[in-house]
């Protein structure tokens, strides 16, 4: 069965510095996700993005973030200069084009020191 | 706004035993999507059920199965002889066209 995969699985950065997280969406899905999870609290929304544009973001997406569909497989989120506050769980998620379920990633643990 | 409530921070269950999860939403939209994830202490997200609002059936997936209401825009999930692996966080998830809106949670013991 086809999986959404993310990597790394873990990360553990500086803050200050830049991260990457790289995912590689479910191959027919067209409408790609990312959330964030902080350690105990729920899942948080932070942007969508189909047609290779952003079409919807939270107030969390600030200029910090950028997504980017690079090639026809991965689909990435860039932290610019990461924060203390950026520490947590960031799943990318999946959708068909008329299907609304979401699939989600097994998600990448990161940890700003 | 959309707003998705989950009023159990915790619950437990005897292994065999049903156990009835609470979520409540709040949504203006007229066509929308309830879902139920499953977290275990891996942390990955795991779809356990679907509901299109547009439907009047209860959607069921093998030991699982809803109580959506409406009118009272509430969208239970019941876990029927519940497993050890069944142990882990349960959200509940609102959705349309773009983003899931998710509650607080439900973290579920099954006890042996």
């Known amino acids: 069965e086809p999986e959404v995969t993310q990597t790394p699985s873990h990360q553990v950065t500086q803050m200050g510095q830049e991260v990457i997280l790289r995912c590689v969406p479910i191959?027919?899905?067209?409408?790609f996700y990312w959330y964030r999870q902080i350690l105990g609290q729920k899942v948080e929304f932070l942007v969508s993005?189909?047609?290779?544009?952003?079409?919807?973001k939270s107030e969390i997406f600030d200029d910090q973030f950028s997504v980017e569909r690079p090639d026809g497989s991965n689909f990435t989120l860039k932290i610019r200069s990461t924060k203390l506050e950026d520490s947590a769980m960031y799943f990318c998620?999946?959708?068909?084009?008329?299907?609304?379920?979401?699939?989600f990633g097994p998600g990448t643990r990161l940890l700003v020191l | 706004a959309q707003t998705v409530t989950q009023s159990q921070p915790e619950m437990s269950v005897q292994e065999a035993e049903t156990v009835t999860l609470s979520c409540t939403y709040d949504t203006s939209e007229s066509n929308y999507y309830l879902f139920w994830y499953k977290q275990p202490p891996s942390r990955q997200m795991i779809l356990v059920i679907r509901?299109?609002?547009?439907?009047?059936q209860n959607a069921t997936e093998n030991r699982f199965s809803v109580n959506f209401q409406k009118a009272a825009k509430s969208f239970s999930l019941k876990i029927s002889d519940s497993q050890l692996g069944d142990t882990a966080m349960y959200f509940c998830?609102?959705?349309?066209?773009?983003?899931?809106?998710f509650g607080k949670g439900t973290k579920l013991t099954v006890n042996p």
């Open positions: 993005f189909y047609n290779n544009e952003i079409s919807e």
């Open positions: 191959s027919n899905h067209l409408y």
């Open positions: 998620a999946s959708r068909e084009l008329a299907v609304e379920t979401q699939y």
């Open positions: 998830a609102l959705g349309g066209s773009e983003k899931l809106v």
């Open positions: 509901q299109e609002a547009y439907k009047q």
